[in-house]
């Protein structure tokens, strides 16, 4: 008996038997599903640790300096329990569906990679006079530096999990690479957006192809690696390089972090991508779109169901 749409797109079974059209929307419902309820119970896991740390976050009273930014970072965590829970126990899938296999000392090549573009992204700035090189700080709190690596790694690891791991490896095997790519990247850059909405226009035009740009070159490492190892360490160490070693607003929030490497905006431009950070830069925008160029031009052709060969 041919079951009804409504069966089809239910997000709590694992039927795959439908038109593909219905299984993306039923992927994407749970997508969002998971994102909502992991929002809200790591917002409560979150309020119930700052209570029994003795505050009072329902009334204002919080933990001075960057505890607050850090448990923030921390709650990705929940994100990334309920994902897997959702694979193993609703879908059935091991932990290897998401991209955990493979050798993870390919970690270590993505978080070089980042290294690698984040310097030429602001050499170039610097060149171009839109951002100042400003010392070293000698005054590091290794403690700190230590927390924020924690932190990113589980934030960085934890949209490569949603986004690539669930959402990308579900839907490539149904519909083309293109628009498992285009969806899943869309869904990637949608949570990003409300930081964008304060940023005039220009700079949120910017922004959202960034976005874009940066997400379909960590979803092409996904396929060409088959795991999310690569993935995780460019996102991560990105991250984490602009905002603690750097010292500089990521997607729009500015660093509480004193950097280890200084710089500093002029002023306020499209080179440097103003408040924002160089996230709206299109200094950003030329570097990974000739590094996504470099990459599709390599591997074009090479792209198949299982990944690129």
């Not at 932990?95 to 270590?108: E, T």
């Not at 993935?231 to 990521?250: D, E, K, P, Q, T």
Request: glycine share 10%.
């Amino acid at each position: 008996m041919k079951k009804g749409i409504i069966y089809n797109l239910n997000p709590f079974n694992n039927e795959t038997n439908m038109s593909s059209a219905e299984y993306v929307i039923k992927k994407l419902l749970a997508f969002i599903l998971i994102y909502v309820f992991s929002a809200v119970l790591g917002e409560g896991v979150i309020i119930g640790i700052l209570y029994g740390m003795g505050y009072d976050p329902l009334h204002g009273i919080m933990p001075a300096g960057e505890i607050s930014e850090l448990l923030l970072y921390y709650g990705f965590l929940v994100f990334s329990l309920v994902t897997l829970l959702y694979c193993r126990f609703v879908e059935k899938k091991n932990i290897k569906f998401v991209g955990f296999s493979g050798n993870p000392i390919q970690y270590l090549t993505g978080a070089l990679v980042a290294t690698i573009l984040l310097f030429i992204i602001l050499g170039i700035g610097c060149l171009c006079g839109s951002i100042s090189f400003c010392g070293f700080n000698t005054n590091v709190n290794i403690k700190s530096i230590l927390l924020w690596v924690l932190a990113f790694g589980i934030q960085g690891a934890t949209e490569e999990i949603m986004c690539r791991g669930f959402l990308l490896n579900s839907l490539k095997n149904r519909i083309s690479i293109p628009l498992a790519i285009l969806i899943s990247s869309t869904a990637f850059v949608f949570p990003h957006l409300s930081s964008l909405i304060e940023a005039d226009l220009v700079y949120a035009v910017v922004g959202i192809v960034n976005l874009y740009l940066v997400s379909i070159t960590f979803s092409i490492l996904v396929l060409w690696r088959s795991n999310i190892w690569i993935a995780c360490g460019l996102h991560s160490a990105w991250n984490f390089i602009l905002y603690v070693i750097m010292g500089l607003s990521l997607s729009g929030s500015e660093s509480v972090s004193k950097g280890v490497v200084l710089f500093s905006v002029k002023d306020t431009s499209i080179l440097n991508g103003a408040d924002y950070g160089i996230e709206a830069s299109v200094i950003t925008t030329v570097v990974l779109g000739m590094l996504l160029f470099v990459m599709v031009k390599g591997w074009k052709g090479r792209i198949g169901k299982d990944g690129i060969s």
